[in-house]
């Protein structure tokens, strides 16, 4: 046992204070750490689609202010895209994000995880907001989500659209797309989700999703872990089946019957979504399209290199 006064004092002090503080709780007018079970509840906003599925969203900023809507890419959440939200409502916007359904705090649904549904929710989406003029932003899924429903918008909801490391036209290799990737890749993804999603889910961001495994990357853990956090918010069964619908679904329709101005951004060492095979194709089939590739830039680019994208797109959204 010591006799070190300093440590008697800094025992007497530390009970004390521990006292103190157990007191102030017993005063305490609610809970000083939120319940992660009650943080779905009624205060957070939501929609119900027809289906009965509930719709997360976030609607930063003036009502009044121009909206920008950000389309987030899977297995994602509406948090992937905060750094853009925090921009673009600093400047004055109003910024709205939702997560998709199966994803992040919405339902974890069953059915309906497909780009037709994705659409119709974004509409529901838009119509309880009542959004007019608004430019609609889209990564890697959330591009696909974005042309199916600029294509389907009712008029005067939508100014203009922007693509990013997005995958229409389509990404899967057929007969009339044979720069895609074969079929074997995706299920190479449903085997590895089904096997150990938390694994799975750890192995992408630390890979090819930010470009962490080429040659010299600053590698963010922090990055990575906020990655892997979103995709286990939402659930596997949506997951697995999102998987056919961005890698599927085929945009060419949908692309050709977009008449907004769309911006098309894709960094030409993306890996997840190669550029080939994408934006240069994209841009050609959209009636006011505009090509913006990056060099080096990979996948995540607008987490990695955010002040480029940002930069960019406030450029776009104000021409």
């Not at 300093?6 to 103190?20: K, N, V």
């Not at 007018?29 to 119900?48: H, K, Q, V, Y």
């Amino acid at each position: 046992m010591t006799s070190d006064p300093t440590f008697s004092i800094s025992r007497r002090s530390a009970l004390g204070g521990g006292m103190a503080a157990a007191a102030a709780l017993a005063t305490f007018p609610g809970p000083l750490f939120a319940n992660p079970a009650s943080e779905g509840g009624s205060d957070m906003p939501r929609i119900t689609t027809k289906d009965g599925t509930e719709i997360f969203y976030k609607d930063w900023g003036p009502k009044d202010a121009r909206p920008i809507v950000f389309h987030h890419g899977w297995p994602l959440s509406a948090d992937d895209w905060d750094n853009q939200m925090m921009f673009f409502r600093l400047q004055g916007f109003r910024v709205i994000a939702h997560d998709r359904r199966g994803h992040g705090r919405s339902t974890q649904t069953d059915t309906g995880n497909e780009m037709d549904t994705y659409a119709a929710d974004v509409a529901a989406l838009t119509d309880h907001l009542d959004l007019k003029g608004a430019v609609h932003i889209g990564h890697s899924t959330g591009g696909g989500e974005v042309a199916r429903f600029v294509a389907r918008a009712k008029p005067g909801r939508v100014a203009k659209a922007v693509l990013i490391g997005a995958v229409p036209p389509i990404m899967l290799k057929t007969p009339a797309n044979p720069g895609g990737l074969p079929i074997e890749v995706f299920d190479g993804f449903r085997a590895a989700l089904v096997a150990n999603r938390a694994q799975f889910f750890h192995d992408v961001p630390a890979g090819p999703f930010y470009g962490f495994n080429r040659p010299g990357a600053k590698v963010s853990q922090g990055v990575i872990d906020n990655w892997w956090r979103q995709g286990m918010m939402g659930g596997a069964k949506a997951h697995y089946d999102c998987i056919k619908a961005f890698s599927e679904t085929d945009f060419t329709e949908d692309l050709k019957a977009i008449t907004v101005p769309t911006l098309v951004m894709h960094g030409d060492d993306d890996q997840i979504v190669p550029y080939a095979d994408s934006a240069p194709l994209s841009v050609k089939l959209l009636k006011k399209g505009e090509l913006k590739t990056y060099k080096g830039l990979p996948h995540g680019m607008c987490t990695t290199h955010p002040d480029t994208v940002n930069a960019d797109l406030l450029a776009f959204i104000k021409a």
